[in-house]
């Protein structure tokens, strides 16, 4: 069967037990000889309270193409044989309740288990990161900045995961895939340095050769945001949609280096350097121009903003939305109609 999620190859792979850890795949191999098709239920957990479920719909394709065995070198599909009772992606969890049952032969579908629970850690980690960073944006847009963080063949499930918790903007065409969306971005520091590190310089070529998008210029490449917002948007006027702020954690913007030895919450993009920066703009008559920052940002981050009433339009962040963990357990809690399970298991209701 055609796989929205896998080639030919990777499937042959995962149906041999590449992927899976090697005493799932001697487990299925035992079964199998010794024809113990015996019907169980395979109940999956995870133990964080508002938790937002994700992977569903990945791991149950997983099941579809993988439930089976091979005989004589072909493969024989047992799919039809399993009844998967799951909640849907999006969801929001409570610890140690149930997500999903797998019921049908253990023998068919053993050795997948390594494969859907880190489906469901991975996806349901970045799909709660993304819930906890758009919540703190307080209706801001959020744009999942993640590409540069992780392994890039990731992308179309992290930026899936992002959407399921709420993010609408992505910065490559592989994070839209799986929802449709265009990718959006700004101006890197390579390009200005390649134009003599010229910001507005840079601005004119990316308008001229990327006329229908919109003009967002990174500002903080010579650490004196103010100074070069102002150069850009003086430069361009109405064209200019936006600038983005991404001073190193470990540097002070030129504008506030006078006061930062009364105040020690001012290295990198800060509160006080955007409110500086919008009210710069306003008074010179730029008042659409929008504030994008970058650097560092994650859901403390977002609040702190936010409490100071930080004039931010856009917040791109990045690895924040990767971190942290988000572990899936699955355990057989009925055999043959009797419940059976280790001790501290039992079988719950979905």
């Known amino acids: 069967m055609k ?111 390594s494969l859907y629970l880190g489906i469901l850690a991975r996806q349901t980690r970045i799909a709660t990161n993304a819930k906890n960073i758009v919540k703190a944006a307080n209706k801001k847009p959020v744009l999942f900045f993640a590409d540069r963080f992780d392994y890039f063949l990731n992308q179309e499930l992290d930026g899936y995961a992002a959407n399921v918790g709420g993010v609408t903007n992505v910065c490559t065409s592989a994070h839209g895939n799986w929802f449709t969306t265009e990718p959006v971005g700004t101006i890197p520091h390579s390009l200005i340095a390649t134009s003599n590190g010229n910001t507005v310089e840079t601005a004119r070529k990316f308008n001229q050769y990327f006329p229908k998008n919109n003009l967002i210029a990174l500002v903080d490449f010579d650490n004196d945001c103010i100074t070069e917002s102002l150069k850009v948007a003086r430069t361009f006027g109405s064209k200019l949609w936006g600038v983005r702020l991404d001073t190193a954690g470990d540097l002070v913007d030129k504008s506030l280096q006078k006061l930062v030895e009364k105040n020690n919450e001012l290295h990198g993009v800060n509160p006080t350097l955007v409110k500086i920066m919008r009210n710069a703009l306003d008074k010179e008559g730029f008042g659409k121009v929008k504030i994008i920052v970058s650097g560092g940002f994650n859901k403390d981050k977002i609040s702190w903003f936010e409490k100071a009433k930080t004039p931010v339009d856009i917040y791109a962040v990045g690895s924040a939305m990767l971190e942290g963990k988000n572990d899936f357990t699955a355990d057989i809690v009925k055999v043959d109609g009797k419940k059976i399970a280790k001790v501290g298991r039992k079988l719950m209701r979905i």
């Not at 990777?10 to 113990?36: P, Q, V, W």
Request: aromatic content about 12%; glycine content about 6%; hydrophobic content about 35%.
């Open 3 to 113: 796989s929205k999620y896998w080639d030919e190859k990777t499937i042959d792979k995962i149906r041999k037990g590449y992927y899976s850890a090697s005493y799932f795949n001697k487990t299925k191999e035992i079964l199998l000889k010794e024809d113990n098709l015996k019907k169980i239920t395979m109940q999956i957990f995870q133990r964080n309270d508002n938790a937002v479920l994700c992977g569903v719909t990945q791991a149950i394709e997983l099941l579809k193409i993988g439930t089976g065995y091979f005989k004589n070198g072909k493969w024989v599909s047992k799919w039809n044989t399993l009844t998967i009772k799951t909640l849907k992606d999006g969801d929001v969890l409570k610890s140690k309740q149930p997500v999903m049952h797998i019921i049908g032969p253990y023998a068919y579908f053993a050795q997948l288990e």
